[in-house]
């Protein structure tokens, strides 16, 4: 069995009550020419197409706290999570688990969600995004939500949210090209994992295990910068105390960054996921495909992801575990 560990769909009530609610209609343009985003049969034909497979499930991009404020964003994260906890009751072949959404802008109110979705729904983790509204992840108002995540002992699954507005050079009114997209969102998860490590998040909460989207992004690339350049923290800084930070810290900032999860969804690159894996670890990587944003509706990301872990140089004990044995730990399947 091949279980997907990284997969959108928007659950039909949602879609409906979101289009209602968002006001850039930009950005969700292309989701409305997606049937497999939003056709559950759509959805099921494709994973019955790949013979031993299954999906699990998530919301897709906007992320809720995009969508409206945080006197609507809990209402949409119970219709989300109801509905997809439906789904998997209904095709638990097809679908083994959901990961619940969280209204992020509503922080009591993501954690109550997310007790509410894991204790009563079955949710087998969280999706969380990499900034709420331009909030860095390790403001205070956050920590309870990750906190509840380490006490469930399930995972969170970080996703980059990144958008035009955010420019590549101050001269400019938006970023041109899709770069906030292409080059945008490895940078900003990259970015939101620093924030986790140095603000000593896995010291705090030692046994929390979050999964980074696109394989840690530019994490295992740059591990020489990461590794000996951030050996050097402060060094290059006369306004902080970073110095005094990295003293603090009980490993390498290195070692913090390993400890993080990913999973495969490189949309079918061998060198990126060779990297990746040889940075991780076989135990900490999980596939995924984060079908169905391809030419195809989904099919090539996911042929493709299969055929490059096929086609790795690992054991066939690695190559199960990646597969199927990392996400059945990780989500107690």
Request: hydrophobic letters at 40%.
């Amino acid at each position: 069995m091949r279980i997907d560990a990284y997969t959108h769909l928007f659950p039909s009530r949602y879609f409906h009550r979101m289009q209602e609610l968002v006001t850039n209609k930009g950005a969700i343009k292309r989701w409305l020419n997606l049937p497999t985003l939003w056709d559950v049969d759509a959805r099921r034909k494709m994973v019955d197409s790949f013979g031993d497979y299954q999906q699990v499930l998530a919301n897709s991009m906007p992320p809720l706290e995009f969508v409206a404020g945080p006197d609507k964003t809990p209402e949409l994260a119970r219709l989300a999570n109801d509905e997809f906890a439906e789904l998997v009751a209904k095709y638990s072949d097809q679908f083994p688990a959901f990961i619940a959404s969280l209204p992020m802008n509503n922080p009591d109110a993501a954690v109550e969600e997310a007790t509410r979705a894991i204790t009563q729904l079955g949710a087998r983790g969280v999706q969380i995004f990499t900034n709420v509204n331009d909030r860095p992840l390790d403001s205070p108002e956050y920590f309870a939500i990750f906190e509840t995540m380490a006490k469930h002992d399930l995972p969170i699954w970080l996703h980059p949210t990144r958008g035009p507005g955010f420019t590549d050079y101050k001269a400019e009114k938006k970023s041109k090209y899709e770069i906030w997209w292409t080059f945008g969102w490895p940078y900003e998860t990259s970015a939101a994992m620093s924030h986790i490590v140095f603000s000593q998040m896995f010291e705090r909460l030692p046994n929390l295990k979050i999964i980074t989207h696109h394989l840690g992004a530019m994490i295992p690339y740059f591990e020489g910068r990461v590794g000996p350049g951030w050996d050097q923290l402060g060094t290059r800084t006369d306004d902080e105390d970073y110095e005094g930070l990295l003293k603090s810290m009980k490993k390498r900032p290195i070692d913090y960054f390993r400890m993080f999860y990913a999973d495969t969804a490189l949309f079918g690159s061998a060198a990126g996921t060779e990297c990746g894996l040889k940075f991780f670890g076989a135990d900490k990587c999980v596939f995924a495909s984060d079908c169905p944003f391809d030419p195809e509706g989904g099919y090539e990301f996911i042929r493709e992801t299969i055929r490059v872990l096929n086609e790795l140089e690992v054991s066939e004990a690695d190559r199960k575990k990646l597969f199927e044995g990392n996400a059945r730990r990780l989500l107690k399947l």
